[in-house]
């Protein structure tokens, strides 16, 4: 209960006074290299592990979900190309954008900044992927509890009393639909997924990282 508390304090501070209104596009691309370098603080790179508001506050600015929240506190589209819920908001449909990339640390130029490079496409895959990597017990990520206590059957997998991912409420529906599936009704469940905890990760990425994913900027992808 204590790190849900915290996780809901850092999405409080994260994200205060943000709602669903018109979509603002703006262009964050120019936080990148100044984050990037301000890592003083920072514990850890790995956004599927963390509950602190100082990594928060740099992740966000670094890694895209679906959502985001801009700088007047709107909620607007950001991987998502359409985001859709049924009646009673316990069913929740999201459409992404085609051809968003991934990107890697491909090195510095003569200046001491970061090149990148493609590495793959974002997909729907990529946020299952995270929330099994996060309800798998093994991980001992501090942010689970995001997703036991808002997803259908979350807890149970991640206490084991389930052990077929088919019957957790997130799914990919193809390569671009993901759609959550949640305890019972919640109308605020985009501010939900403005949380890192949400965000996607490319499988293979982090299997190539073995344990030192997110140890750096440099084990992590960028999209």
């Known amino acids: 209960m204590k790190k849900l508390l915290i996780a809901l304090l850092v999405i409080m501070m994260s994200v205060t006074g943000c709602s669903r209104k ?9 936080f990148k290299e100044y984050f990037l370098k301000s890592t003083g603080e920072m514990t850890t790179w790995n956004y599927l592990n963390q509950a602190t508001t100082t990594n928060t506050q ?17 909620i607007v589209n950001d991987l998502a190309q359409n985001v859709e819920h049924n009646d009673d908001y316990s069913v929740w449909t999201i459409t992404l954008k085609k051809g968003m990339p991934w990107q890697v640390i491909d090195g ?4 001491g900044e970061y090149v990148y490079k493609k590495y793959a496409e974002v ?5 299952v992927y995270g929330a099994k990597w996060i309800l798998n017990k093994d991980n001992a990520s501090e942010c689970f509890e995001m997703h036991t206590s808002t997803i259908k059957n979350a807890r149970e997998y991640y206490d084991g ?23 019972s009704g919640m109308a605020y469940f985009e501010s ?3 949380y890192p905890a949400f965000y996607p990760v490319n499988e293979k990425f982090v299997k190539e990282m073995g344990d030192t994913f997110g140890s750096s900027p440099e084990t992590i992808l960028y999209n």
């Open 161 to 183: 009393k389930i052990k077929n991912w088919d019957q957790v409420g997130i799914k990919a529906l193809d390569d671009y639909t993901i759609q959550y599936t949640l305890k």
């Open 22 to 30: 018109k979509e603002v596009v703006y262009n964050t691309d120019i």
């Open 123 to 127: 997909t729907a895959h990529d946020f």
């Open 192 to 194: 939900v997924l403005l």
């Open 108 to 111: 510095k130029n003569e200046d």
């Open 58 to 74: 740099v992740l966000v600015n670094i890694i895209s979900g679906a959502l985001d929240c801009d700088r007047y506190g709107v």
